[in-house]
């Protein structure tokens, strides 16, 4: 008698069920490790949970820019937006864009809901002011990097530019500088003028007079602007987001700004030229010097205006011949002048790469109001709300996964620890890949997120009874478990990933088209879908290759799940050898075992 064509060999997960346990194995214990070193051993929470204001804003393009709502200029509002919710105070906000023309904004408990929702809603305000004074925001000077100069299209590039590591002091005196501030005090906003100059100072303290009368409350503002501008510490964020706060666009005051890596500080006179005066401006590569450049048009009253503070500016020494370019309080370039810019239209060049020219070029445009926003929805939740709501989101979950595990036990019962434990690996990944994004992309678990953790219960659970069933199929046509496992792999297998496909397509979907919290759910619902082919393939599968090589599950305990009699096995597949010459018109037959594969 032939004996039987020895079976392939089982590959992957199927031959070696111990490597892809070994993987999953390794795959949490990196997890979990990541998340006790980042110290992020706990899911962000949004703002339904945890408390505080959420608030939906829509762009709304200005007329004549209908191309305004764009990725970049998105972007440029979204950090505009940051800026100001982190000088209220706010240490965990959220500021993101959703879909093409939305910007959600998440502040944590405990601020202001006023005061937030004024910051948020309104136009940025940008300002040109002329620069009083500089020094280095920290106690050691770092290398020194040139700031940029500003010159009128087509003229000649202005010369000198003001470093961030020059001396803390400003160049004259500090008995000048006190006239610097009171001159700049005492003289109409409108006209924005800076100071007199350096050589006139000098002039005046060699006659030695009596110093010019001055009303004292100037005197005393001046020496309060002083007093604060010694004081202030643009190293510490806190300062950094209170100087400068309140200040009136006629009034002279103190800001923070970064040159390269470093920060400074300035004294700064009354607005000259406002962003509004701002007709366009962008980052742009000049083709005769080859290097970038901001280039700004202004609007007829804009040129008029920066013709004139300019050409004050010119006749100045360093560094009052330089204005400021400040966006919502903080200093996002100074350039020098050593011309009056006339026409209407400028550059300011000097030290840029493209990704700078680019963003100041959009802070710029930006001031000018190429976008304006509505609130689409505010959503207040208080302290006390959120726990509940969370509470009542952890019982929900609690209460489903609870009932899925009876429905296992009754049913399925040894086949239910398989079960079980793979629902256990499941939570774990995905409660150490929620606490990582949290600090990673700044997810959030809200209310709807959390439902969607719990429909993912279902989803796994569907995965390994497609799964069991298919290995029971098996055994009712009288197979055994071993060779049943295998068989009911492929076909519970295709069936698992159309299912999981659907799932994660209809998430994708959801997640593309939806704004706000619906997005949570969305998330959620696409990552418990990966998880669960990655669990059903490395874990379930493996383990119960594994359980069926032992006694318990292999000769069909009653309580294995796996009871042949309780399943109606059919009785062994058998088949009928022929025997004889092959030539008679007779044959004998006798039965033989089938393969059990």
């Given amino acids: 008698m032939a004996a039987p064509k020895k079976g392939r060999r089982p590959t992957g997960a199927q031959g070696r069920p111990g490597r892809a346990l070994a993987i999953i194995l390794i795959a ?135 470093k961030p590591g020059t001396p803390a002091t400003p160049s004259s005196s500090a008995t000048s500088q006190g006239r610097v501030l009171s001159e700049a005090l005492k003289a109409p906003a409108a006209t924005a003028s800076p100071s007199p100059s350096a050589s006139e100072s000098k002039k005046a303290d060699d006659k030695a007079p009596a110093p010019t009368p001055a009303p004292s409350g100037v005197e005393a503002a001046a020496a309060d602007l002083q007093a604060k501008f010694a004081a202030l510490d643009c190293t510490n964020e806190a300062q950094r987001a209170a100087a400068g706060k309140g200040a009136k666009p006629e009034d002279a005051t103190v800001a923070c700004g970064k040159r390269g890596d470093t920060w400074g500080k300035w004294i700064l006179g009354p607005a000259g030229v406002a962003g509004t005066d701002v007709k366009d401006a962008k980052g742009v590569i000049d083709p005769q010097r080859g290097q970038w ?34 966006l919502d309080g903080e200093v996002v370039s100074d350039p020098s002048v050593s011309q009056a810019l006339t026409g209407g239209n400028a550059e300011i060049s000097g030290g840029f790469t493209q990704q700078s020219a680019q963003d100041l070029g959009n802070m710029l445009s930006y001031g000018a109001l190429p976008l304006s926003f509505s609130e689409d929805s505010v959503t207040t939740v208080t302290a006390a709300l959120g726990g ?12 489903g996964l609870l009932l899925v595990v009876i429905y296992l036990l009754v049913y399925y019962r040894g086949l239910a620890f398989i079960a079980i434990i793979s629902l256990l690996v499941s939570a774990i990944l995905t409660y150490t890949i929620m606490a990582l994004l949290g600090k990673g992309i700044g997810f959030a678990l809200n209310l709807p997120a959390v439902c969607g953790a719990i429909v993912a ?117 058998r088949r009928s050898r022929r025997t004889g010459s092959g030539t008679g018109s007779g044959s004998v037959t006798a039965p033989v075992d089938v393969k059990e594969a």
């Fill in 293 to 326: 450049i901001v280039t700004m048009q202004f609007t007829d009253k804009g040129a008029d205006k920066f013709a004139k503070i300019t050409g004050e500016l010119a006749t100045k020494q360093m560094p009052q011949n330089q204005f400021a370019i400040v």
């Fill in 457 to 573: 219960i279902g989803i796994t659970a569907d995965s390994f009874i497609v799964y069991f069933e298919r290995i029971r199929d098996e055994i009712r046509e009288g197979r055994t478990l071993r060779p049943a496992v295998e068989r009911a792999w492929p076909r519970a297998r295709r069936t698992i990933l159309v299912s999981d496909f659907v799932s994660f397509l209809a998430a994708a979907v959801l997640f593309i088209v939806t704004v706000g919290k619906v997005q949570g759910f969305a998330f959620t619902l696409g990552l418990t879908t990966v998880l669960d082919v990655v669990v059903v393939f490395l874990f379930t599968k493996p383990i119960m290759t594994l359980l069926a090589r032992t006694k318990f599950f292999s000769s069909g305990h009653p309580w294995s799940g796996l009871d042949p009699k309780r399943l109606g096995a059919k009785p062994p597949l």
């Fill in 388 to 399: 509940e709501q969370l509470k009542a989101g952890l019982i929900a979950g609690a209460i």
């Fill in 28 to 162: 949490m214990v990196a997890l979990t490790a990541g998340m006790f070193l980042t110290k992020q051993t706990t899911p962000r929470l949004g703002i339904d949970l945890a408390g505080g204001t959420s608030i939906t804003l829509k762009a709304k393009s200005e007329p004549g820019k209908p191309d305004a709502i764009n990725e970049t200029n998105m972007n440029t509002a979204v950090g505009i937006i940051e800026r100001r919710v982190n000088g209220l105070g706010v240490s965990e906000a959220e500021v993101q864009t959703q879909g093409r023309d939305h910007i959600i904004v998440n502040i944590p408990k405990g601020t202001n809901e006023k005061q937030a929702r004024e910051q948020v809603g309104t136009t940025a305000q940008l300002y040109f002011r002329p620069v009083l004074a500089f020094a280095d925001g920290a106690p050691a000077a770092p290398a020194a990097t040139p700031s940029p100069s500003a010159s009128s299209s087509g003229a000649p590039k202005a010369e000198g530019s003001g």
